[in-house]
């Protein structure tokens, strides 16, 4: 490196902070680099301007990793998640789904500095669908201590529904999102009871949340995670009035994830999940009516008839089981029509045949009897006239 060192030899004053800089730099890259990375003017130039042009080539680990921190990431491929690193974490800290998480975020629509979400000190599950799923996807790419701007399409955002009034539907968004914190996972057997029940409503609430959005299947996740504080259909469930609470949402929260499954036209699973809730309370009317409905969506009138009379004799003034109920019988007594009208065309039609056939035969019988009659009639009055009126008589007049 002969040109740089005397270029360095020349009077020219640096600063004792730039030396060490430029000295770290050749103990560093000796006979790594080629010489072409820093040439004379890259130190021979003024203050900050020096150390500007000096830092900006990529000469390490550290710098690489830097200048990729500085452009977004595109986290899905289609750019409809890209996230952009403000201020890197903790290495290698970053949290597991299930894991308990509390962060910073700040939601604006792109190219806005007009805020419509805000959230500090926030715990959340990831992975439980409790904030938007592109915020979901990134917090699992980030360290503890990180903050990153996140850029998300609709479809990781608010859909095409949007958040009334601030978010129009299929608006794209910004977020400034900072993970503080990983918590382990909270396990439901180590809670109390009145633990259990409020992780249990929050999460509840969120599936309520998504199914009002008709986002059934983000429901339906968050339902399944609210069961895992309010028990299985096999739990057993003490007296005292927290576990009779818990045992209340259990219920609801199962006759919910019915109606999603009804939703989502999945009528046997819909079945399924009311019968667990049959199994714990077997009069809730709610869950008799969805079964009568979900048993007349699948065609079994008799079935749904006997169910919603059920709902009935427990509320009789339920105008929407009287309906359905309505709709039941006039199906069956469709249905019993029809099958007359085919056992009768089934039957009808061999008897019509027969008949026919039969009075065929009879209508070709009686004409050839009838024609032979004639004949003879003919034959027996040609003979008659013959003998008594020769017709050679007549021939001779």
Known sequence: MEGMESNLGQ?????????????DFINAEQGSLP????????????GEQNKEALLSQPTNEDEFKELKEQTYQDILGSGDLMKKIISPGNVD??????????????GRLENSDDIFEKEENFEITLGDCEVIQGVDLALS???VGEIAELKIASRFGYG???????????????????????KP??????LTPIERLNIGLKKKDKGNWWYARNENTMALHVYRKALQYFGGPGDKIDSDSEQNDILCERVKTLNNMAAVHMSMNSLDLALS??????????????????????????GQNVAAARELEKALQINPNNKTVQNILSNVKAALVKERVQERELYKKMLGHKD????????EKNTSTTFIISGLVAGLAVICGYCYLNNNFPFSKFSTL
């Open 11 to 23: 009077n020219i004053n640096i600063s004792p902070n730039m030396t060490s800089k430029v000295s």
């Open 35 to 46: 010489e072409s990375l820093i040439n004379s003017s890259d130190i021979l130039s003024d």
């Open 93 to 106: 800290e970053r949290p597991m789904k299930g894991e308990q998480i509390v962060i910073n975020l700040v």
């Open 141 to 143: 790419l980030m360290n």
């Open 160 to 182: 095409e529904k949007g958040l009334s009034p601030k978010v129009p539907g299929g608006a794209r968004l910004d977020y400034t999102v900072q993970l503080l914190s990983v």
């Open 185 to 190: 996972e909270i396990l439901p057997d180590d």
């Open 273 to 298: 999940t009311l019968d667990n809730v049959l199994a714990v309370e077997p009069h809730n009317e709610k869950a008799i009516m969805r079964k009568g409905k979900v048993l007349a969506l699948k």
């Open 352 to 359: 019509d045949n027969e008949k026919s056939a039969k009075d």
